[in-house]
């Protein structure tokens, strides 16, 4: 009975999550003019293209085959959502800083301690209405990084090989869109979100797209971004891709007070587990030791419900996050 009123206890006092996206124009709809051209990214309300400055914008409105959607000269796709979407190149031949960016500041701050739950969306771009800028390679990402203020030498941040939320495949598929998720805990109070391939050459598992383009680069679409602290809100927030590390975890609700873990993929490293409650409160620890496939975690004794494990490498390179209910 003391668990029963300590948990409504807990209801009650628990902060109201609010159901919104904190990305403006998270699908690029809206603009102050059509784009014409390449590297229009300026057109786009809300977002910048920091570093490189030449993320190009895609929209229905354009005419011709530059920008236009569906077809354009960096490749063929319809929107994941509304008429319009963004293109960066994640890897250029003979440039290892080749990476464009696209960023725009959160509707509100971050609060250290509660997560946010992060989707956005992406295919390759590729076999476009013009060779010279049809992408021939393929590459990871991209992926999402939270920063308090952007940096303002990107020559010196390059490359961290690290990412807040960190897209590990590499995407073929120039028709289909990939649902990129996770979630995310700030340890400061994060203003703004960057999305590209924050990884080097020899970590981006660079491969041959068309050995008919001609661009010297992977290229990618982004539309869809979305984060928000309600963990239903964003589309997909918990659809993972096969390739991902967040997809080689499963999780079982156990009874007498465990979970169990298994892994189907993704490698069999070390990872540090937290059991934390959706106001970002830590629960417990746990080490899922390097080399086992399947892990019964024994917690201490605590009410039933749900919860958040978070599963990261030691090192930061990797994450994951699911969805828990602990039965009685």
Not at 129 to 145: E, I, R, T, W, Y
Not at 164 to 179: G, P, R
Request: net charge negative; with cysteine.
């Amino acid at each position: 009975m003391k668990c029963a009123l300590a948990l409504l206890f807990l209801v009650l006092t628990q902060p109201i999550i609010k159901a919104q996206n904190l990305v403006s124009n998270g699908s690029f709809e809206e603009y102050t003019e059509c784009p014409d051209y390449f590297g229009q990214w300026p057109r786009v309300v809300g977002w910048t293209s920091p570093f490189l400055l030449s993320a190009d914008y895609f929209n229905r409105c354009a005419g011709g085959v530059v920008c236009s959607v569906p077809f354009n000269q960096f490749g063929y796709q319809e929107p994941a959502h509304g008429n319009a979407y963004m293109g960066l190149a994640t890897y250029q031949i003979d440039a290892a800083l080749g990476r464009e960016m696209i960023a725009t500041e959160l509707s509100e701050l971050l609060v250290p301690g509660v997560p946010v739950y992060v989707s956005y969306k992406v295919t390759t771009g590729g076999f476009g209405s013009l060779a010279f800028n049809s992408a021939d390679h393929v590459a990871k990402g991209p992926d999402l990084q939270f920063f308090e203020e952007l940096p303002t030498d990107w020559y010196q941040y390059l490359f961290p090989n690290n990412a807040s939320i960190e897209m590990q495949e590499v995407v073929q598929d120039t028709l289909a869109w990939v649902t990129v998720s996770g979630a995310y805990t700030p340890d400061a109070p994060m203003r703004w979100i960057l999305i590209a391939n924050l990884f080097e050459d020899s970590l981006s598992s660079v491969g041959v797209l068309d050995s008919g383009g001609q661009f010297g680069n992977a290229y990618v679409f982004v539309d869809d971004v979305c984060i928000s602290y309600d963990p239903d809100y964003c589309q997909g927030a918990f659809t993972m891709s096969e390739n991902s590390v967040r997809a080689a975890l499963h999780v079982h609700p156990f009874y007498n007070g465990s979970i169990v873990i298994e892994r189907a993929g993704g490698g069999l490293k070390r990872l540090e587990l937290e059991l934390v409650d959706y106001a970002g409160r830590l629960v417990t620890r746990g080490v899922l030791p390097s080399g086992v496939q399947r892990y019964e975690w024994v917690l201490p004794p605590t009410c039933t419900g749900a919860y958040l494990l978070l599963a990261n490498s030691p090192d930061g390179t990797s994450s994951a996050t699911r969805l828990v209910r602990i039965l009685d």
